[in-house]
């Protein structure tokens, strides 16, 4: 059962890197890999069952907290940067 668990996850990871790859936003490709990262995290918390290692499921929390603080970072990025570059534009026009 949890076998088919592990498939399932992996068939989505590798739906979502398709998303990353073919998105056709910044902001869907951003998504893709904070699922990704998510699914990753599962996936370490079913390998840890699977194989009886609990300590597995302190590497996934990490892994599942340093996604979220890289995709904050990023999506801050992209944000700043379009507020530059509309900023940018507005001064261009008027001037």
Known sequence: M???VAIAILVT???AIVRALLG???YDRVLAVNVFGTKTALLLAVVAFLFGRPDFLDLALTYALINFVG???VLNFFQKRSSAAAKEKATQNHG
């Open 2 to 4: 949890f076998l088919i």
């Open 13 to 15: 990871m590798a739906l």
């Open 24 to 26: 056709p936003s910044v």
């Open 71 to 73: 995709v904050l970072a």
